[in-house]
T-cell receptor, first 111, second 112 residues
Framework: GNSVTQMEGPVTLSEEAFLTINCTYT??????LFWYVQYPGEGLQLLLK?????DKGSNKGFEATYRKETTSFHLEKGSVQVSDSAVYFC??????????FGAGTRLAVHP | SQTIHQWPATLVQPVGSPLSLECTVE??????LYWYRQAAGRGLQLLFY??????ISSEVPQNLSASRPQDRQFILSSKKLLLSDSGFYLC???????????FGSGTQLSVL
């Protein structure tokens, strides 16, 4: 079946450090892939997405590239800020308009 | 614009009591609707989804049920709550045009 695996957190970084949060997926075909973010005290919101292989989604300095050869969609940011502290969820389109989420990775950025 | 309402925000219920969480969407027609649960340390799990009135698909066997009595209303229920039903429940609807999922503010359920 379809599934998403994310690296376990928490990830703790200093401000301006480089961020990578790994995400790999198992699916039939080539589903759309997403990153959602949940800031403290807020609901989940879409961060970025990619709909086909080799697409790069980007938003707010974050990027993720759809890699079908490695079935991955790793989230990266060149220089994190304290305001990026949140829980990040990788997700895939599971058919019938369902989104299948990973377990989430908590990111804590310190000044 | 579209909005999604979910209530109550917090709920404390004894084991064995019934449950009813309600979610309504405004500003759109025939949305796909979803119930997710975010249990501590376990990420976001899809519980139910609905593509239309009276159409409910269950993703995991559990003590909960869902109903869609109206186009923009989605209800999560239980006849008898278990301790393991504690968690953060999120309702969501899907924008079919750009695949974006919009989440409600969630209900924190504590079963004691």
């Amino acid at each position: 079946g379809n599934s998403v695996t994310q690296m376990e957190g928490p990830v703790t970084l200093s401000e301006e450090a480089f961020l990578t949060i790994n995400c790999t997926y198992t699916a039939t075909g080539y589903p759309s892939l997403f990153w959602y973010v949940q800031y403290p005290g807020e609901g989940l919101q879409l961060l970025l997405k990619a709909t086909k292989a080799d697409d790069k989604g980007s938003n707010k300095g974050f990027e993720a590239t759809y890699r079908k050869e490695t079935t991955s969609f790793h989230l990266e940011k060149g220089s994190v800020q304290v305001s990026d502290s949140a829980v990040y969820f990788c997700a895939l389109e599971g058919g019938y308009n369902k989104l299948i989420f990973g377990a989430g990775t908590r990111l804590a950025v310190h000044p | 614009s579209q909005t999604i309402h979910q209530w109550p925000a917090t709920l404390v219920q004894p084991v064995g009591s019934p449950l009813s969480l309600e979610c309504t969407v405004e500003g759109t027609s025939n949305p796909n609707l979803y119930w997710y649960r975010q249990a501590a340390g376990r990420g976001l799990q899809l519980l139910f989804y609905s593509v239309g009135i009276g159409q409910i698909s269950s993703e995991v066997p559990q003590n909960l049920s869902a109903s869609r009595p109206q186009d923009r209303q989605f209800i999560l229920s239980s006849k008898k709550l278990l301790l393991s039903d504690s968690g953060f429940y999120l309702c969501a609807w899907r924008d079919s045009l750009n695949e974006k999922l919009f989440f409600g503010s969630g209900t924190q359920l504590s079963v004691l």
